[in-house]
Antibody, heavy 124, light 109 residues
């Protein structure tokens, strides 16, 4: 059974850097892309970006200048850093696994396992 | 990168069918067969119900179905049950990134 467990600071001041980590338990780590999604309180979901085990990354163009997603294959973990945060970055942040077309071993474009989510609040 | 357009809310009675639309552009929904749908209960992480426009993950009831025509994708839930009351989000590949819809609240009357 695949489980994603995430942690990080839940309260930040404006201009600080958000830092979250997601650990993957069960299943293969190297076969998949891993992603971050966020959800402001009472609002919809927003895709932040993704990485794979060799560090290939793709980012949401609207956040690209402030986002870094990295991977630590020795620990089956991946991390999110978002710099220069403002109140608009207040949200529940989720980590998730990107699906895989198992017969062809091709990545898909949906998310099949999610972390529990962590609320990050930006306030002075 | 605008969010995909979904109705804010839909409703139906138990046993009925409801359809939620998701409208994008030729650069996202219309350009790729990579539309997925997520169900989210309050305070919980989303769960995928449909991927690749019309595929159901293992364990998802066949009451959930997906389709696409042009730049609009649709999620249909037939035989509505009380447990279907939740928020639903569509998501589409857009060439180098993914974009979500704004979400639809489904109320089971």
């Amino acid at each position: 059974q695949v489980q994603l467990q995430q942690w990080g600071a839940g309260l930040l001041k404006p201009s600080e850097t958000l830092s979250l980590t997601c650990a993957v338990y069960g299943g293969s780590f190297d076969d998949f892309f891993w992603t971050w999604v966020r959800q402001p309180p009472g609002k919809g979901l927003e895709w932040i970006g993704e990485t794979n085990h060799v560090g290939v990354t793709n980012y949401n163009p609207s956040l690209k200048s402030r986002v870094t997603i990295s991977v630590d294959t020795s620990k089956n973990q991946f991390s999110l850093k978002l710099s220069s945060v403002t109140a608009a970055d207040t949200a529940v942040y989720y980590c998730a696994r990107v699906g895989l077309r198992s017969l062809e071993y091709l990545r898909e474009y949906y998310f099949d396992y999610w972390g529990q989510g962590i609320l990050v609040t930006v306030s002075s | 990168q605008s969010a995909l357009t979904q109705p804010r809310s839909v409703s139906g009675s138990p046993g009925q069918s409801v359809t939620i639309s998701c409208t994008g552009t030729s650069s996202d929904v219309g350009g790729y067969n990579y539309v997925s749908w997520y169900q989210q209960y309050p305070g919980k992480a989303p769960k995928v119900r449909i991927y690749d426009v019309d595929k159901r993950p293992s364990g998802v009831p066949d009451r959930f179905s997906g389709s696409k025509s042009g730049n609009t994708a649709s999620l249909t839930i037939s035989g509505l049950q009380a447990e279907d009351e939740a928020d639903y989000y569509c998501c589409s590949y857009a060439g180098s990134y993914l974009v979500f819809g704004a979400g639809t609240k489904l109320t089971v009357l």
